[in-house]
């Protein structure tokens, strides 16, 4: 098997398989974590752990959906009071988004909860298995640690900005694909580790 072949063949799996694990993770977090948030309420939350003085523009972008889309999802977790509003000192039309402690509480919990699940689910596995998967994932995170992300990258790249453009031609010598067209779920499929 050529290399081309190989790389093609990895790609595939890649992309029938991470989908089908964040649904299933996203599930579990919604149903055992915080059954009253809905799953891109808890994306929301980790994304503002994460970035924190981030705005609605942002949280559009890392969910992939539209503005007013975004705005319902931060409203409903300002009533909550799991992220609160605030005016930028510097740039008053700005509103930024913090997570409160109870949002924070909520997400850890919503974690855990599927932390467990996943233990669970893994402990049917053989050692043998268990340690192949955590080399494959050791692998894999490889290549893509410095990808660009839709909402910037650790290299700087400025939310919204364009990454580099892809290759004029697959490498493999298949159709190139985008993965956000064959899952039809773009970044929702959460592949930021929510």
């Known amino acids: 098997m050529t290399t081309a072949n190989l790389v093609n063949q990895c790609a595939q799996a890649i ?8 649904r299933a993770l996203h599930e579990q977090m919604r149903r055992h974590g915080s059954p009253l ?5 808890l994306r929301t939350l ?3 752990r994460d970035s ?3 705005c ?9 959906v539209t503005h007013p889309t975004a705005s319902v999802i931060v409203e409903r977790l300002v009533r909550r009071g799991m992220v609160t509003r605030t005016a930028d000192p510097q740039e008053r039309r700005r509103i930024v988004l913090t ?6 509480w909520h997400l850890q919990r919503a974690r855990q909860a ?3 699940w996943m233990e669970a689910a893994l402990s049917r596995l053989s050692p043998a298995s268990l340690r192949l998967i955590k080399q494959g994932m050791t692998l894999l995170g490889g290549p893509f640690a410095d990808a660009p992300t839709r909402g910037g990258d650790r290299r700087g790249i400025r939310p919204g900005a364009r990454g580099p453009n892809p290759p004029a031609r697959p490498l493999s010598g298949a159709p190139h694909t985008n993965a956000r067209l064959v899952t039809g779920r773009g970044d929702r499929a959460g592949l930021s580790g929510q």
């Open 52 to 54: 924190p003085g981030s």
């Open 37 to 41: 948030l809905s799953a891109p309420q």
């Open 15 to 22: 992309l029938e398989t991470v989908p089908q694990v964040m």
């Open 99 to 104: 997570l409160t402690p109870m949002g924070a």
């Open 56 to 64: 609605l523009f942002h949280v559009a972008e890392r969910l992939g």
């Open 46 to 48: 980790a994304y503002l």
């Open 114 to 116: 599927t932390h467990t």
